[in-house]
């Protein structure tokens, strides 16, 4: 969750969207996806408030507790406030991971909890939450792209400078904060500027405006109270926690691939203590989350144990993990150009090839029952998409007619859409997704739009998306167009 490299030009009113491609597959079908079922997917990537609201107020919680016996600690005078204290910043740490989540919007249901939960959290890292969700969005669609990838901070081959900085953090305090001060001055840096869309800016300079005024009023606070016991325990955790979480994040890519549409290649799992596991939000399950990022980081578990076969062998602890970087970066002195040996399952590494020729298993054609059909409907020309029985409630499918890909949307209470099936923020596509209500969620960065209308719901999609008017006949989702005299008329039919 950082934003130190420069990234690749895009367009200027949306940073992350790529330029408009030919037709053919969608971008995102170039990265392999491991075999599973679609109600299994669609099982796991639900949303729960109480799940996470469990898992947050218990963090909060267990954050407090070392927090209040620190500050008491410290007014006794005891020296076992440095040992209570240390445990409390490494809490504090993992904000960033919970931070994370929260910029993918899966920990609640409700927008309003996520949102929530990202600025507080980016309170607590000197994040700019609204910049640090684009660029992190950048990190799922490119991710270990070498001068794309705006979070990719351990590039081969390993420098100890640069393995040492991450870990530590040396740099990440100073260039965050002064991050802020440029947005408060609405002067953001040419990062920034690459990464959010241009009315997005205004929010931004307000967040960073707030929040340095609350780290100003905690300083002040100190002058007041004659005491620096606020900065050390509102300010300085952040600073003291981060080699903790700064090993994990140099685990997630660090010595491994680059340039490979295969995060099994340029990402690393882990199986961590419970502990461990607990306060990182399951993110030791890194490739799963890269590759069905949309699963809430309470599912994770559950989707590797559907999915360990067809990944690789989880990293046994943190220093293993570490032993493997540290052996690429000796090797790479002498060979620039190594990298770990890929352990990627035999038999397995073809998929994405098959799925870029044959593309995501889409419902077959249905026949058309033309006893059914009335004259009414035969004035107008109907393409078959599917059986209603094709689409469960409350899920979408893909269906490609006349090279045209449609994600038919069933609700809940069984009404039925169909819209165009690529995210108009980045080619992903949407029938691999999921359908709340009446929003369809892209699988990539979890935007939302409506599918009634089209219309963008949720961050980062900001474009609307194309819908088709459909209507259901002895039990056939079918796609009306209107007769060949209205487009006669009236030019092209409208879609």
């Known amino acids: 969750m950082d934003s130190t490299v420069s990234y690749r030009e895009q367009s200027p009113t949306d940073p992350t969207r790529p330029p408009a491609a030919a037709p053919g597959p969608p971008e995102s079908d170039r990265w392999f996806k491991a075999t599973l079922p679609r109600e299994t997917l669609t099982r796991l990537s639900r949303r729960t408030d109480s799940e996470a609201l469990r898992r947050i107020t218990a963090y909060f919680a267990l954050l ?18 440095l040992a209570t204290y240390g ?36 309170w607590m890292q000197n994040w700019e939450p609204v910049t640090v969700r684009w660029v992190h969005a950048r990190h799922h669609t490119y991710t270990s792209i070498v001068g794309a990838d705006a979070e990719y901070l351990l590039p081969n081959p390993i420098k100890r400078r640069d ?22 001055f609405k002067r953001p840096n040419d990062t920034i500027r690459e990464a959010v869309p241009v009315d997005d800016l205004p929010l931004t300079a307000r967040n960073a405006r707030v929040f340095l005024f609350l780290y100003a009023s905690v300083i002040g606070s100190c002058l007041v109270l004659w005491t620096p016991l606020p900065v050390v325990m509102l300010m300085l955790p952040r600073v003291v926690g981060e080699p903790m979480h700064g090993l994990l994040r140099a685990l997630q890519h660090g010595g491994l691939e680059t340039e490979a549409a295969d995060h099994r290649r340029t990402t690393r ?6 502990p461990l596991q607990w306060l990182y939000c399951n993110m030791n399950f890194h490739i799963e989350h890269h590759m069905y990022p949309m699963v809430p ?6 989707l590797h144990s559907e999915i360990k076969d067809q990944l690789p062998e989880p990293t046994r602890g943190v220093r293993a993990g570490m032993v ?8 790479q002195r002498t060979d620039p150009d190594y990298r770990l040996p890929s352990r990627v399952p035999v038999g397995t590494g073809q998929q994405t090839e098959r799925r870029l020729r044959a593309g995501p298993a889409a419902v077959s054609p249905a026949r058309v029952d033309s006893a059914a059909v009335s004259p009414a409907t035969i004035d107008t020309a109907v393409d078959v998409l599917c059986d209603v029985e094709d689409v469960p ?27 165009d099936d690529t995210c108009t923020h980045h080619s992903a596509r949407l029938s691999e997704g999921v359908l709340v209500g009446c929003e369809i969620e892209c699988p990539m960065h979890q935007g939302r739009f409506d599918v009634t209308s089209g219309q963008a719901t949720r961050r980062p999609a900001r474009e609307p998306l194309a819908t088709h008017p459909v209507e259901v006949v002895a039990g056939q989702i079918r796609l009306r167009r209107p007769p060949p005299d209205f487009a006669d008329d009236h030019g092209t039919a409208p879609g």
């Not at 504090?92 to 929260?102: I, L, P, V």
């Not at 799992?269 to 419970?274: D, E, K, L, N, Q």
């Not at 980081?297 to 559950?302: C, D, R, S, V």
Request: hydrophobic share 45%; glycine share 8%; aromatic share 16%.
């Open 64 to 81: 407090g507790s070392f927090g209040a016996v620190s500050v008491l600690l410290w007014i006794v005078g005891s020296w076992w406030f």
């Open 87 to 122: 445990a409390y910043c490494l809490v504090w740490s993992f904000s960033n991971a919970t931070g994370h989540e929260a910029c993918h919007y899966t920990p609640f249901r409700r927008l309003w909890l996520n949102n929530a939960l990202l600025y507080t959290n980016s």
């Open 163 to 184: 393995l040492a900085n991450l870990v530590l953090g040396s740099n990440h305090f100073w260039n965050y904060n002064k991050e802020l001060v440029q947005l408060a």
């Open 269 to 274: 799992s882990m199986y961590v203590s419970r």
């Open 297 to 302: 980081f309470h599912a994770l578990p559950a």
């Open 324 to 331: 493997e970087i540290v052996t690429t970066m000796r090797r």
């Open 393 to 419: 409630l409350g899920d979408v499918v893909g269906v490609e007619r006349g090279g045209v890909r449609y994600a038919v949307c069933r609700t809940a209470d069984g009404a039925v859409y169909a819209v």
